[in-house]
């Protein structure tokens, strides 16, 4: 399995919080994805990044915003949650231009 | 605007029996597209088809892609239980050298004993 992890695995917040998710790689990847999925929605990509500090906004990007500041990291945030924005968080990564992607454990989120 | 269909959305079956899948696809600048199958965490990754006509295969799971009609079936034979799951089919333009996937709905498979 391809090293990845997201962290926190769970979490339940309140409307208006901040929040802040985590994806790590050991495999020196350069492209990593953050997606949601939700029922009859399927996956979706939020945001995506092509390098250190190389981001861009993917299907769904509206209420997040993404860093990477380095190759193994990469952080999702929500500003302010949103009910809306109840979801399950997957984290991937792609080695190459147009490869396969490989996902992480996911992160369930639950906003009140 | 990019877009996947899966059919069907479910599909029961009984141990043994033979199922095919299929994916239907627009999408500007295909590069490729990419099987998932998701049990009840993370997508794990099947197949990555590029060119039409050649058919992967990995064990009992097979899967085709035609470029001049836009779709793609993964077939599984001699079904087991474990193969209950949802197959998830994605495509997706390359931005930046990363693949923007968009994925289908998905097809719940479920495998009877």
């Known amino acids: 399995d391809a090293g990845i992890t997201q962290s926190p695995r769970h979490k339940v917040t309140e409307t208006g919080t901040p929040v802040t998710l985590r994806c790590h790689q050991t495999?020196?990847?350069?492209?990593m994805y953050w997606y949601r999925q939700d029922p009859g929605h399927g996956l979706r990509l939020i945001h995506y990044s092509y390098g250190v500090k190389d981001t861009d906004k993917g299907e769904v990007s509206d209420g997040y915003s993404v860093s990477r500041s380095k190759t193994e990291d990469f952080l999702l945030t929500l500003e302010s949650a949103t009910s809306s924005q109840t979801s399950v968080y997957f984290c991937?990564?792609?080695?190459?231009?147009?490869?396969?992607?490989?996902f992480g454990p996911g992160t369930r989120l639950t906003v009140l | 605007e990019d877009k996947v269909v899966q059919s069907p959305l479910s599909l029961v079956v009984h141990e043994g029996d033979t199922v095919t899948l299929n994916c239907s696809y627009e999408v500007t600048n295909f590069r490729s597209l990419l099987w998932y199958k998701q049990e009840k965490k993370a997508p794990t990754f099947l197949f990555m088809l590029t060119s039409s006509g050649i058919e992967k295969k990995s064990g009992r799971l097979s899967s085709i892609l035609d470029k001049k009609e836009l779709f793609s079936i993964l077939n599984i034979t001699a079904t087991q239980t474990g193969d209950s799951a949802v197959y998830l089919c994605a495509v997706g333009p390359i931005i930046q050298g990363a693949q923007k996937l968009v994925f289908g709905q998905g097809t719940r498979l479920t495998i009877n004993p």
């Open positions: 991937a990564i792609s080695g190459r231009a147009g490869n396969e992607q490989f």
């Open positions: 495999e020196n990847h350069r492209y």
